[in-house]
């Protein structure tokens, strides 16, 4: 049939296009960034020229940018998993902070455990503590009908305060004025990759699940029944997929890994937890996902730019005085025209396919 | 031959262009900067450390640079950044930063780091501090002296150890001396920045029958203040001398400028003085006050200031000490 | 004879990226005659009544309305001129009422006044005027699909348009709800209205029109005055081919008891009885037709023996199998297939691949499966061979489904189900929304599979298909069994009147016995 073979010859056409609209995007989002640093009074081709050399010029620098880009992944992963199986997960900067909290439990609690047995041992528990989170919310969703994007939002909240309430009172050391934990035991830190740097085994964790979860989606038969209970849970149900079940897997899937982002901020980094323990990963996790259109792949780039984008505004900052709100508005500016064209190109493809019916 | 002379020409000119930096570097002025855990924009605690910085860049010959907003996860990155560029003194304006920044003082020992407010310090490490209970201690007592319901009210930001036995206790300590029968109600905000709340909060205490409410909580502050005009109750303001937000309610202010630590320290690097360990600055060495507004300096009770101006003596004589206070609450059971 | 022309569309091409999706057409519509544009889906006809209604612009060509070159821009053009457009989808807020409907997004002639009343009477004069019978007070929700079609009507009208565009106005309604409109239009035309009626129905363009229009690929094929054709010959226009009209059907040959319901029972939650005492039994190798009404029961019945619905009381066997309990998945694997009415919503993923709709039941399963992951090899051979067989029109089996046409969807769905030759075919509405080649590749699948001994229950509203493919006719009426028929000794007056709740007498004696 003639016009769906061209469809498919547009269907390239569009991929490239696709392709190009990221790039794009950053392009215009910094230029206009370079306006507004302009009206803030600095010669903003200094400022980039400043960021760039500061993040590219050295490699303990550049490193810091996995400080971000491992969390990131993480949180990425989570909301993207939920999304493909239906589940709108919102919450996940509650369950990086649950997982965190369960993960700090082993880590400061467990001593004496070789590091081989102690590092899998606190990464399961942060795990469990996120998909303990997120299962409350689905719980909820399935037993009472609770729109799960109210109950995420509302768990995070839960979740912070909670944390804040168990570290005062709990895990902070006794003789302490400062509300954090004691450290979790060196046994549980993630061994560094590159000594003196932030690259450490929680980098090549974070990729690795990257490719499992693509796996996992694209090419297992559970992956599979989860997209399509997350495309079509009637005809998945008509299918006789238990829908039930699916849901629930992707519940504690994706609550799982945003624990494990805490988990491996608390490994890698931090190594203790304090009430304000992370600046929004879970938050910023979503617009990766978002961006990268909830591809895995898609989430290892969409990840490293929000991650170099925190660490270049630091940079601007410190070295040109660039005001941190320039570089957000940059950064949200980026967003929106990524989601904004995906918008426009989706229209863009139906009015190649739909013209004819 | 020539391969010789090239390599001469090149290690003349490097020599050359080592030298010049280095005698740059030796005349370039003192590199300082500044990481604050909020916005700049946010009044009170983070704004004044950044105060405190630009008014050191007016009176001494340094180069500044200043980080906002910057979390935990984000902090060791901006300790490496700093160091990376050169930097002399950082100065770390957060209390709850102390652990991680002196993980990264420890990896570089030629850098020079402060922390406002913190617990420890080491050879490289400034620990500067205000002493968190003299001036709230004095809030407490004006609060006590003013009440006529005998309730007063004390807003706090973050639920934390400091607050409670520093802050709290102070000011329960300052209320209960002017006022056995005052009656301390404290809450807790949970943020620097949540004004909503703060307001709340506030207008819930005022219907408690609260009628002095003091605030210790950056940008609430202002917002608590303005609750306390419409209410026609008395506000003490914190900080720095908020008299001019309602000029008819702010009866005193409790002065605790963390500019003047930043300050403090950044002209101590100038000097060369600068050196590792903990202090801790009081109202003896200006880092605290208590001031009267003098608009309604008439308003005072009879003898009032004096009673407030010879607890204040006490304590710049040492003869009453956080340990002594907390004791004395804790004698009379009161939970702080 | 000479006609007034109110419009004529000269040369009009319209291409999308890639795509032309109307090629040079020329078009003549006469005053005051209903014109029919035939074709299959994505021949262009409803890209060519967008660009009328000035929802697209054409790249080239040009339009003669009243005598006047016009440039249409927006559907506010289209309706100044007179021309007013009824989508398949309607444009109607539920909650409000006929009347707040028809006056929404009209201008006030004194705002910001509304002038209730008077727009009121108004509405009701022009209501008068086409004969268009409509309570102005109910909220739309409570209203049928055919009534909803009504008020859509009314507000065109309403508009002032003289000159109305319906595209598949049919593709929504029940038979009689067809016929109804048609009665409406046939009013509307002698009050001085023109109509374009849009379909690929050939009946009901026989039925309608004075002169109707074939298009193929985009082009125009031929323009026929209705007295001058056949159904024959508008079908070969249409597919480019000879299409056979009769079914050719063997004699059937039922083999054994394949399915066997007995008293049935089922309640929704508000506990109205959705299903009463319905019983049945089909043999292998034959196919019962359920007729009736859409929404009689015919969705729980079917969804009732899948095990995605539960009963409240009666059996069901599959083979002598009890089954009540059982599950979809533990059905299929048993041999039950079931292609449910709506494709898009029950039977397929739009977003997947053609590959991936066609293992969605059996993805699990190896050889689908191999260890942890899914044997994507053997999909695509195995997706490859269903395309082949069942003839889908598709440049890869990668291809995602909702970019195939209606009837190439359903070609999967068949396809999916019969490769895995079930004993029990349960199949709803098969031919919805297809054109007349799709449905007779259908018709013959279907016939195929009960010569090979499949037992099929066919639910559908079309009478004539049921009487066409059936050995044997159960009527529902209320989730209610009326009696069942034999189709080659009935006719649709008697199924008709069952469907409308009379019970047979003699089918409950032969059932009985």
Request: charge should be neutral.
């Amino acid at each position: 049939m003639f016009d769906i073979r061209s469809s498919i010859i547009n269907q390239k056409k569009y991929k490239v296009f696709y392709a190009i609209i990221p790039f794009l995007a950053l392009f215009i989002a910094l230029f206009i960034g370079g306006v507004l640093i302009f009206f803030a009074g600095i010669n903003p081709w200094k400022a980039y020229n400043y960021m760039l050399q500061s993040i590219f010029g050295n490699i303990r620098l550049f490193s810091e940018v996995f400080t971000h880009f491992v969390p990131l992944v993480f949180c990425a992963l989570s909301f993207a998993v939920a999304y493909k199986g239906g589940f709108f997960n919102v919450g996940g900067e509650g369950q990086l902070y649950f997982g965190a909290l369960t993960a700090t439990l082993a880590g400061v609690y467990i001593q004496g455990l070789p590091a081989f047995i102690h590092i899998p041992l606190v990464l399961l528990t942060g795990f469990i503590g996120g998909a303990f989170w997120c299962w409350i919310a689905g719980i909820l969703k399935i037993k009472l009908g609770a729109d799960e994007i109210l109950n995420t939002i509302m768990l995070s909240y839960l979740a912070i305060l909670l944390i804040n309430f168990v570290v005062m009172y709990f895990l902070k050391p006794a003789n302490s004025y400062i509300s954090q934990s004691e450290k979790i035991a060196k046994s549980a830190y993630f061994p560094k990759l590159i000594p003196h740097t932030q690259i450490n085994l929680g980098v090549i964790l974070s990729l690795l699940t990257v490719i499992i979860i693509y796996y996992f989606l694209y090419r297992s038969p559970y992956g599979y029944q989860i997209r399509a209970i997350g495309e079509n849970s009637d005809a998945a149900n008509y299918a006789g997929m238990n829908i039930l079940k699916g849901t629930m897997t992707v519940i504690i899937i994706s609550g799982g890994l945003a624990g494990l982002a805490g988990a491996s901020m608390l490994m890698g980094t931090q190594y203790r937890l304090t009430p304000a323990f992370s600046p929004g990963y879970g938050f910023e996790g979503i617009g990766a996902a978002v961006m990268a259109r909830n591809n895995p792949w898609g989430i290892i780039l969409t990840a490293f730019l929000f991650a170099l984008l925190r660490v270049g505004a630091g940079a601007m900052q410190r070295g040109v005085g660039v005001p941190l709100p320039i570089s957000w508005t940059i950064e949200g500016i980026i967003m929106i025209l990524i989601t904004g064209s995906e918008y426009l190109s989706n229209k863009f493809s139906t009015n190649l396919i739909g013209g004819r019916a | 031959m020539k391969k010789s002379k090239v390599f001469l020409r090149v290690f003349v000119l490097a020599f050359a262009i080592l030298m010049i930096f280095s005698t740059l570097a030796m005349t370039a002025p003192l590199k300082i900067a500044i990481i604050l855990p909020h916005a700049i924009t946010s009044e009170g605690w983070t704004k004044s450390g950044f105060d405190g910085l630009m008014k050191a860049k007016e009176d001494f010959d340094i180069e500044t640079s200043y980080q906002e907003n910057v979390s935990e996860g984000e902090l060791k990155g901006a300790l490496r950044g700093y160091i990376a560029e050169g930097y002399d003194l950082i100065i770390v304006h957060e209390m709850g930063y102390n652990d991680p920044t002196l993980e990264v003082a420890e990896e570089s020992p030629d850098t020079m780091f402060a922390i406002t407010y913190g617990f420890k310090a080491a050879d490289n490490v400034a620990v500067t501090s205000g002493t968190n209970w003299q001036a709230n201690s004095l809030a407490g007592a004006v609060a006590g002296l003013m009440t006529k319901s005998n309730k007063v009210g004390f807003i706090i930001s973050n639920d934390s150890p400091v607050a409670h036995n520093f802050l709290n206790a102070g000011f329960i300590y300052g209320a209960k001396r002017i006022n056995p029968k005052a009656e301390v109600i404290t809450t807790f905000v949970g943020s620097w920045s949540d004004v909503v709340k703060g307001k709340e909060l506030a207008k819930a205490m005022i219907k408690q029958g609260v009628d002095v409410i003091y605030s210790q909580c950056g940008v609430v502050n202002r917002a608590v203040i303005e609750v306390c005009e419409e209410a026609g109750i008395w506000a003490i303001g914190a900080v720095e001398d908020m008299s001019y937000v309602a000029p008819q309610t702010v009866i005193a202010n409790a002065l605790a400028p963390t500019e003047y630590l930043v300050y403090g320290v950044i002209k101590e690097m100038v000097e060369g003085t600068l050196k590792g360990g903990r202090v801790v600055k009081g109202i003896k060495d200006g880092a605290e006050e208590i001031t009267f507004n003098p608009l309604l300096k008439d308003k005072l009770p009879e003898n009032g200031e004096e009673k407030i101006m010879k607890l204040r003596q006490e304590i710049v004589d040492g003869d009453i000490t956080l340990e002594q206070m907390q004791e004395e609450l804790n004698k009379q059971n009161i939970k702080f | 004879m000479a006609h007034e022309i109110i419009l004529s569309l000269k040369e009009i091409t319209k291409t999308f990226p890639g795509v032309v999706a109307n090629d040079h057409i020329n078009l003549e519509i006469h005053k005051r005659e209903i014109h029919s544009l035939l074709g299959e889906n994505g021949a262009g006809k409803t890209t060519l009544m967008n660009i009328l209604y000035g929802l697209y612009s054409p790249n080239s060509g040009e339009i003669v309305f009243n005598g006047k070159n016009v440039k249409i821009n927006s559907p506010r053009d289209a309706i100044s001129l007179g021309i007013g457009m009824i989508h398949q989808r309607f444009m109607l807020v539920p909650r409000f009422s006929v009347f707040e409907n028809i006056i929404l997004g009209q201008a006030s002639e004194k705002p910001p006044l509304l002038e209730k009343k008077k727009l009121y009477k108004k509405i009701a004069k022009v209501a008068k005027k086409f004969n268009i019978k409509l309570d102005l007070d109910i909220p739309v929700e409570n209203l049928s699909v055919g009534i909803q079609q009504k008020v859509e009507i009314l507000k065109t009208l309403y508009q002032g348009a003289d000159f109305l565009i319906l595209d598949e106005p049919t593709s929504v309604l029940t038979p009689q709800e067809g016929q109804n409109l048609f009665k409406d239009l046939l009013a509307l035309k002698e009050q001085g209205c023109t109509i374009i009626f849009i379909s690929h129905k050939l009946k009901e363009v026989m039925q309608i029109s004075d002169r109707i229009t074939v298009l193929r690929d985009g082009r125009v094929i031929g323009t026929k005055e209705k007295f001058e054709t056949n159904p024959q010959e508008l079908s070969r226009l249409m597919v480019g081919r000879e299409v056979s009209f009769t079914i050719k059907k063997k004699d059937c040959n039922p083999g054994k008891e394949v399915l066997s319901i007995q008293d049935v029972f089922m309640q929704n939650r508000k506990g109205l009885k959705i299903l009463k005492n319905i019983c049945l039994n089909i043999r292998a190798g034959e196919i019962l037709g359920i007729a009736g009404v859409d929404g009689n029961g015919q969705k729980e019945l079917a969804d009732a023996i899948c095990g995605l619905q539960k009963i409240n009381s009666g059996n069901v066997k599959i083979l002598d199998e009890e089954i009540t309990e059982s599950n979809p998945r533990k059905l299929y694997e048993q041999g039950l297939s079931y292609i449910p009415g709506d494709r898009k919503k029950y039977g397929l993923i739009p977003n997947f691949n053609i590959a991936e709709n066609i293992v969605i039941k059996d993805y699990y399963l190896p050889p689908f499966t191999r260890g942890l992951f899914l044997n994507s090899a053997y999909i695509d051979n195995y997706s490859k061979k269903v395309i082949a067989t069942y003839d889908i029109k598709t440049p890869s089996h990668l291809v995602q489904i909702k970019k195939l046409s209606g009837g190439n969807q359903q070609k999967v769905v068949l396809g999916r189900e019969l490769s895995k030759y079930p004993k029990l075919l349960i199949i709803m509405q098969p031919t919805q929304g297809l054109d007349v080649g799709a449905c007779e590749f259908v018709y013959n699948k279907l016939l195929e599979a009960r010569d090979k001994g499949v037992a099929i229950l066919l639910f559908s509203t079309d009478l004539d298909e049921t009487m066409n493919l059936s050995d044997r006719i159960a009527v529902i009426y209320e989730g209610e069994i009326m009696g069942e028929v034999d189709p080659r000794s009935t006719d649709v007056g008697e199924i008709g009147l069952m469907m409308a709740g009379s019970k047979r007498k003699k089918a409950n004696a032969i059932e009985r016995g």
